[in-house]
């Protein structure tokens, strides 16, 4: 089944404490992104990847970090988590740039 | 600057009713534009896109989209409302960069029986 997934799709964690979230799709897609999205301002691009080893800021890169080092994974890094960072997180893969990116399930995270 | 609004955070309607999501967009050079619709506690599932051509774009679930290059608008309608419709609506454009997608705040459409 063609899809994106992520994990862990739940995660509790604490302030300052690193973790990386992982997003996979079997698409064979150039194009990958990491939104969050937060009630009242809908989704934001946090970052996005045209292709291997190719990355780019979006709107809100500010305490995260991404890769692409394979074709099909795009991990999230947050190295040093803030509470604000608290939110639902959704990964995305596009086959080029007019097409309409698939999402995975998201991930909610609860920064402490 | 690029940027989509939706500027009802809610809209309510009976069912059997038509329905309209309204979505207004800008952004440099030719739009392509997205709706995208959210359950609860689900990830988001695409409806529809207006890429080039009809003005008029058929999508999932019986929605449909309007898409009008001078009041740049890209409305999402249904001709009859389900209860089942009731969700979270995103509507979504692309921006001149290469990967580049902005969303609107989402507008929650419920359907009272």
């Known amino acids: 089944e063609a899809q994106v997934t992520q994990n862990p799709r739940y995660l509790i964690t604490v302030t300052g404490k690193k973790l990386t979230v992982t997003c996979s799709q079997n698409?064979?897609?150039?194009?990958m992104s990491w939104y969050r999205q937060d009630p009242g301002l809908g989704l934001r691009q946090i970052y996005y990847?045209?292709?291997?080893?190719?990355?780019d800021k979006g709107d809100v890169p500010e305490g995260y970090k991404v890769s692409r080092k394979e074709k099909r994974n795009f991990p999230l890094i947050l190295e040093s988590p803030s509470p604000n960072q608290t939110s639902l997180y959704f990964c995305?893969?596009?086959?080029?740039?007019?097409?309409?990116?698939?999402f995975g399930p998201g991930t909610r995270l609860l920064v402490l | 600057a690029q940027s989509v609004a939706q500027p009802e955070d809610q809209v309510n309607v009976a069912e059997g009713n038509p329905l309209t999501v309204k979505c207004t967009y800008s952004?440099?050079?030719?739009?392509?534009l997205f709706w995208y619709v959210q359950y609860p506690n689900r990830g988001l599932q695409f409806l529809l896109k207006y890429i080039t051509g009809d003005n008029l774009v058929k999508g999932s679930y019986g929605f449909e989209a309007e898409f009008n290059k001078s009041q740049t608008s890209f409305h999402l309608k249904k001709p009859s409302a389900l209860v089942s419709d009731s969700a979270l609506y995103f509507c979504?454009?692309?921006?001149?960069?290469?990967?580049?997608?902005?969303f609107g705040r989402g507008t929650q459409l419920t359907v009272w029986p």
């Open positions: 979504a454009v692309r921006g001149s960069t290469l990967g580049r997608l902005y």
């Open positions: 995305a893969s596009s086959p080029e740039r007019v097409g309409a990116p698939s």
């Open positions: 952004v440099s050079g030719n739009p392509y």
């Open positions: 990847s045209m292709n291997v080893e190719v990355t």
């Open positions: 698409m064979n897609h150039e194009y």
